[in-house]
């Protein structure tokens, strides 16, 4: 049940299976959608049809994604008539009785339902196809729609029709509006009018994404079995992508207004992802592959330097070049630089210009792919350092080492403001605590800059490793410390912590009961948790703890002594919580808050989620929360296999 403008918004995209402006009454293949995520029995016809509470909207004066308009009203008022029509006679036959139904699991009760049913079928049948209704609705059901729009109608009358457009806005609220839209909200935006489209012009075009594809259809390679079959199923696609990312790139050259606009670029080849490139022909070996790929490269290292407010670019499985290179060089205003899983040709430092602009780096990197650290270099004025090495062996300590010469030339910590390394093997933490400690140049009274530190071992955090990082850190202005791979976690460690770093407000520590854990879990530690609650007394500015420390929801309480005495009766229920009973976790957060006053939330945190304790203002404590429901706040504290988040010149 479509009015002419609802037929037009229906084209719209989709998201997630739900259109969030289809206005459509009942359409089959909406509701079918809808069905997988709302269930029909529990929500009827409220939870899916637009068409009636787009009505309700115009006459209570509720805001809706389109807008209240005369002629929108117009021409959707005029199919509900017709709908109301046909209802009414279909109602003026029907048979109504009182049916009973259960309710409830576990205390369950039989209630009286009211079930109407057509006199005619085939005038139900036709009812249904002539409005796109999905069977599984009742006549019940569209009765108490009618009848909730009539009401509506009796109380307002008068529908409250939109006087206030999205361009009547100021210009400084719509570029805000365009801004957290997205691109693609911003694109459609921009076919609107002249006025919107000047505002999102520069948000239409400000993120890229130069991408080598793949295209490769998996069931039919896997079938292929001779490498000639593999070459010529795989040359014509390679070839084919190569021609793409080239029209792409001298597309965007031929623009000058896109060039201005960019401001993220990402660059990807995902032949290399999955390592294809040596099925093929034209580039089977590296000789043939660097031929057949210089023009790609050529491409994006002269595209880079035509782009003057490029401030974030990412490079990901992608052949570093001498010429790609140079163009880093000259990016003045590029304040993000990401390097996934890139291979580097060059190989001294100091050919590396240097960019002042230059923020944040962040690097991941496998084994033959480490000399890509030696863009650490382009940073003189590094805020944000983000490292994840792969997975390896404790036996090679070295294998996530930079070289000595840019560990000697170059001291990311003097002027490191957030910092994040991952998966870093044991033998390599007294490395990284020299290179720390050269930040102050021999003068212990220094104090570093740094206000983010998250460190992930991939094999233990052992107690002199431990106490000797912190007393390098000693002094700094850290609000948020993640330690993740503790082998040490005795109670002086927050004694160690709160010392060392007194202006720590979120801390997160995470504990292993072996070295050869390489995964962070719940698990038991070493001492019980009240041990711990009196070394919370050292902090002064703590606002939130997170542990993955394992804890015991389910417990019972003290009228479980009863049942016990009592052999379980079958008419009590065992589980009952008590009125002056605390579960484990908020016994915990209660002893912890009771010797650091600024203790606001506790976590305990797990791969498959944990619960947290939220403590009030009047020493209260909610029910239990699943860490899911904070994610934000998760994220910001102890960001999982992410950096921080990105400084800015502001920030600076």
């Known amino acids: 049940m479509d009015s002419e403008d609802e037929r037009e918004l229906a084209k719209d995209h989709w998201e997630d299976g739900l259109s969030g402006v289809e ?35 115009f006459h209570t004066g509720s805001l809706d994604l389109t807008g ?3 002629r929108r009203y117009d021409s959707i008022i005029l199919r509900w008539n017709d709908f109301s029509s046909d209802l009414e006679e279909l109602l003026r036959d029907a048979k109504s009785s009182l049916t009973p139904r259960e309710i409830g699991v576990r205390d369950s009760k039989e209630v009286l339902e009211t079930e109407m049913k057509p006199a005619a079928p085939q005038n139900w049948d036709q009812f249904l196809a002539k409005w796109l209704a999905h069977d599984s609705f009742s006549l019940h059901n569209f009765s108490a729609w009618r009848d909730r729009v009539i009401d509506c109608f009796t109380q307002n009358p008068t529908p409250r029709f939109q006087t206030l457009c999205l361009h009547d806005l100021p210009p400084e609220l719509l570029h805000n509006i365009v801004e957290i839209a997205g691109i693609d909200l911003a694109r459609k935006l921009g076919t609107t009018c002249r006025l919107l489209r000047e505002i999102s012009f520069s948000y239409m ?39 793409k990312l080239l029209s792409d790139i001298d597309f965007v050259k031929s ?18 992802v999955h390592r294809t490139w040596t099925r093929t022909s034209v580039a089977g070996n590296d000789e043939n592959r660097r031929s057949f790929c210089a023009p790609v490269y050529s491409g994006i290292s002269n595209l880079i330097v035509c782009l003057p407010n490029l401030q974030s670019l990412t490079l990901q499985h992608w052949h570093i070049t ?70 390896c062996d404790r036996d090679e300590p070295g294998l996530i080492m930079p070289p000595p ?77 993640v330690l993740d791979g503790l082998r040490y976690a ?30 962070t879990k719940e698990t038991p530690w070493p001492f019980a948790a009240w041990e711990y609650a009196p070394h919370f007394a050292n902090f002064t500015r703590l606002r939130r703890f997170s542990w993955n420390y394992k804890t015991n929801v389910d417990e019972y309480g003290p009228s479980a002594l009863r049942f016990f005495e009592e052999g379980f009766p079958e008419e009590q229920q065992v589980g009952r919580r008590d009125a002056d009973h605390l579960c484990e976790p908020e ?24 619960i947290r304790k939220d403590v009030r203002e009047d020493g209260q404590f909610p029910l239990v929360t699943n860490v899911s429901s904070e994610t934000a706040l998760s994220q910001m504290c102890n960001p999982l296999h992410m950096p921080w988040p990105s400084c800015t010149a502001a920030s600076t």
Request: hydrophobic share 40%; net charge positive; charged share 20%.
């Open 205 to 243: 075009f400000k993120d890229h994404r130069f991408h080598l594809s793949c295209g490769i259809q998996w069931h039919h390679y896997h079938s292929l079995r001779s490498f000639d079959a593999l070459a010529t199923y795989l040359d014509p696609l390679i070839t084919q992508a190569r021609s």
């Open 68 to 70: 209240r308009h005369q």
């Open 255 to 272: 623009r000058p207004d896109i060039l201005i606009a960019l401001h993220n670029v990402y660059v990807d080849d995902e032949w290399q």
């Open 587 to 610: 016994s915990i957060a209660k002893r912890f808050s009771t010797f650091c006053p600024s203790l606001a939330s506790i976590a305990f945190e797990s791969p498959l989620g944990g």
């Open 23 to 57: 206005m459509r009454f009942h359409q089959r293949d909406q509701h079918d959608c809808r069905r997988s995520v709302v269930p029909i029995a529990s929500h009827g016809l409220e939870s899916k049809d637009d068409v009636p509470r787009t009505i309700l909207s």
């Open 490 to 519: 005795a109670p002086d460690i927050l004694d160690r912590i709160a010392s060392a770093l007194p202006q720590v407000e979120y801390l997160t520590l995470c504990y292993r009961e072996s070295d050869i854990e390489y995964r």
């Open 405 to 481: 010469e840019l560990m000697a030339a170059f001291t990311p910590f003097k002027t490191l403001q957030r910092f994040s390394m991952l998966q870093v093997p044991p033998g390599w933490i007294p490395r990284l605590n020299a290179w720390i400690q050269s930040a102050r140049d021999g003068n212990e009274s220094t104090v570093l800059r740094l206000t983010h530190f998250k460190l992930e071992t991939s094999g233990g955090l052992h107690r002199q490793n431990l106490f000797t990082l912190l007393d390098v850190l000693n002094g700094s202005s850290i609000r948020f410390l």
């Open 322 to 391: 001498k010429e790609l290179t140079q163009s880093l060089g000259c990016l003045e205003r590029l304040r993000t630089l990401t390097l996934s899983s890139c291979t580097p040709t060059l190989r001294c430092p100091y050919t590396i210009a240097k960019l002042p602009s230059l923020l944040n780096f962040r690097l991941m990197y496998t084994k033959e792919q480490r000399g890509s650290w030696l863009f650490l270099g382009m940073c003189p004025n590094i805020k944000n350092l983000f490292i994840l090495s792969p997975s």
